[in-house]
């Protein structure tokens, strides 16, 4: 699920930066590691510098309160601490908490101030958390020994920026000048310093003398805000243009920018052109194309603070996209997957000095939502969504968020009510509709999926498209409420876009297996599946099972076998193993497979499977199975 943020496309599959220079974003970036180290590791893991004692140990998985309450000390490198303040500290810290995490830090400070490892934890986590008391964390980090101060420079110069101190501000920033990280930025918060100072001539002059940076395209967009909000008329829109042909992708920043210029000086036709282009070719957008339609003549940006936190995003974009890149490099064998908290940490303390600077940015938001969703933590993801304004252009795409969130985190009859919202707003929308159909298919109301799925489907046939997916979701939803010549016709149409996608030879080729229809076209569709997917225990279930019903037993039982010894914990599984060990003759492995399979919770349907098998072997079946529900079962086999 992507997103659009400022100064970094608008979704994953749309960058602003075109992919060759994007790459040497990246390469750049690698050059980055120890400053991504150095932001992040006061974040991460539980700090090694403390020895704990016994009873603080014993405590580690007890509640926050109950740790608070706990009392004791732990040991630092400089005295004892309060281990209940620094228990609650971590605890909090691992939830995503950090206004309570810095609150414990803090505390846990207070009885060991002369601690380096708790000041730095303490920090960070009220940075993270927009804390007011991080100046001083950071004028007491700075006078350290042991530090790289980059983070508290920052934080010190943002407070100045704070009191409109433009000149300090960027004394605080040239400070850490020596980072890579910084001198990519600092071009930026030099210019945004300028401007507040009311040089914007000259912050366009500086950023315009860094056309070779790989980020030149960003600092010539930035040159247009800056000479919009310093009033250079004569330049801002000559600025934009020269953007967007450095960005041929559809940037959300430029793109609302220049769609304001050239809307305020007359050329209307231009500036809607211009934002819809960008809404056609971004699906997320396009949940928010009305509201962005409607604030069309908003310019984005219209003060210093809020154009260094457009430059904060553009930082914590880059983070977050060189760490998927490692991610990327990981799965082929070639990066390091540890990585990827480290670039996390990184962006989110970018993001939370961005909303320091603009606390209503929406871009900023969005994305420390799914950073925080990433990171396991659901519920905090959710606050930092609502704290979206309702008027907020980019509203509707933060309720579209909030819904897929709550449909990942069971809670259907919240995405539901969020998604038929956004439909009233805005018909019609195709990423809206597949959702709404997917939380519907998830609180099994089949008719209602059915129904949305089919809109869905329309909406693609009238833009001459192709989605299998859909097709295989109304399938299966038909299948649900028994229309199988309907869930077919869908999963043959789907197959015919999509003739090797394993789910959908799976879908198509095990229903048939169930229905005795045509075994041998089922097998062969299965095998193809298989093939496509050996390490798919579900798939090789479904083969397994074709060649049992189509009397292959010494075929079929290997892969059943193979099948429970991947997912052991799966009831239909050991059932269909259960049934090939009756059918070998080796009924006491047969009627422990299907006990097995009836301690597993199975649903309704395969429960009745098991119990009526156990009834057709003689086993003791379970108190409150009906004789009807027997019958039928032994009928069905």
């Known amino acids: 699920m992507s997103f659009p943020f400022t100064g970094g496309g608008t979704a994953a599959e749309a ?25 992040s590791t006061t974040v991460l893991g539980v700090l090694p510098a403390v020895a704990w004692g016994a009873d603080a140990a014993s405590g580690t998985g007890a509640s926050t309160h109950a740790i608070a309450s706990a009392g004791g000390t732990a040991t630092t490198e400089t005295g004892s601490v309060d281990s209940g303040a620094f228990l609650r500290g971590i605890i909090a810290a691992r ?9 414990a830090f803090a505390a846990a400070l207070r009885s060991d101030p002369s601690s380096t490892v708790l000041l730095k934890q303490a920090f960070v986590h009220s940075v993270m958390a927009g804390d007011p008391q991080a100046e001083a964390l950071a004028l007491r980090l700075g006078k350290t020994s042991d530090g790289e101060n980059l983070v508290s420079d920052f934080v010190l110069g943002n407070a100045a920026v704070g009191r409109d101190k433009w000149a300090d501000a960027l004394h605080h920033y040239q400070q850490a000048a020596a980072d890579p990280l910084a001198r990519l930025i600092l071009p930026l918060l030099q210019a945004w310093c300028e401007e507040g100072q009311g040089e914007a001539a000259r912050a366009v002059a500086g950023l315009l003398k860094s056309q070779t940076s790989v980020l030149s395209p960003f600092y010539v967009l930035h040159a247009g805000l800056v000479a919009h909000v310093g009033g250079l008329n004569d330049q801002t829109g000559e600025l934009f243009a020269r953007a967007q042909k450095l960005m041929p992708g559809y940037d959300l920043l430029l793109t609302r920018a220049y769609a304001a210029w050239l809307w305020n000086h007359g050329r209307q036709d231009n ?34 603070r809020e154009g260094m936190a457009r430059a904060y995003v553009l930082t914590a974009y880059l983070l977050r996209q060189q760490g998927h890149e490692q991610g990327g490099q990981t799965h082929a064998g070639k990066g390091d997957s540890a990585m990827q908290p480290q670039f996390d940490e990184a962006a989110r303390l970018m993001l939370g000095f961005a909303l320091e ?30 704290h979206i304004a309702h008027d907020d252009p980019l509203a509707p795409v933060a309720t579209l968020r909030l819904a897929i969130l709550d449909s990942a985190t069971d809670k259907a009859d919240e995405a539901v009510a969020l998604l038929r919202g956004l439909d009233r707003q805005s018909p019609d929308q195709l990423l809206v509709l597949r959702e709404l159909g997917n939380a519907l298919f998830q609180q099994k109301d089949w008719k209602g999926a059915i129904a949305v799925y089919s809109r869905a489907i329309d909406l693609v046939a009238k833009q001459k498209g192709e989605d299998w997916p859909l097709l295989l979701m109304r399938a299966m939803a038909y299948h649900e409420i028994g ?20 789910l959908l030879l799976n879908f198509l080729g095990y229903s048939m297996v169930e229905r005795h229809e045509n075994l041998a076209e089922a097998e062969n569709l299965l095998r193809k599946a298989h093939n496509l997917a050996p390490q798919e225990a579900a798939i090789t279930d479904s083969l397994g099972w074709a060649k049992v019903e189509r009397g292959d037993m010494q075929g079929g039982l290997p892969l059943l076998e193979k099948a429970v010894e991947s997912t052991p914990e799966d009831p239909e599984v050991n059932y269909h193993l259960g ?16 006990n097995v399979a009836l301690g597993l919770h199975p649903s309704e349907e395969d429960a009745k499977l098991i119990r009526a098998a156990l009834h057709r072997a003689g086993a003791p079946v379970p108190d409150g199975v009906a004789s009807e529900t027997v019958r039928k079962g032994e009928h069905e086999q």
Not at 19 to 38: A, E, I, K, S
Not at 277 to 299: H, S
Not at 487 to 499: E, G, I, V, W
């Open 483 to 502: 229309d199988w010549p309907h869930a077919r016709d869908d999963a043959r149409a789907a197959l015919a876009y999509a003739p090797d996608e394993p």
């Open 95 to 103: 939830m995503g908490d950090d206004p309570e995490a810095a609150q």
């Open 271 to 304: 500036a809607r052109e211009l934002l819809r282009n960008l809404i056609e070719a971004d699906p997320v957008l396009a949940v928010a194309g009305p509201e962005l339609q409607a604030t069309i003549a908003r310019p984005p940006v219209t003060s210093a």
């Open 15 to 39: 960058s602003s930066v075109p992919p060759l220079q994007l790459d040497r974003v990246l390469m750049l970036f690698c050059r980055l590691l120890p400053t991504v180290f150095l932001l």
């Open 579 to 594: 049934e090939a060990y009756w059918r070998l003759g080796r009924h006491i492995e047969a009627v422990d497979q299907w």
């Open 357 to 386: 600077m603009d606390p209503k940015l929406a871009d900023a938001r969005l994305m420390l939502a799914e950073i925080q969703e990433d990171q396991g933590h659901e519920a905090v993801a959710r606050e930092t969504l609502l």
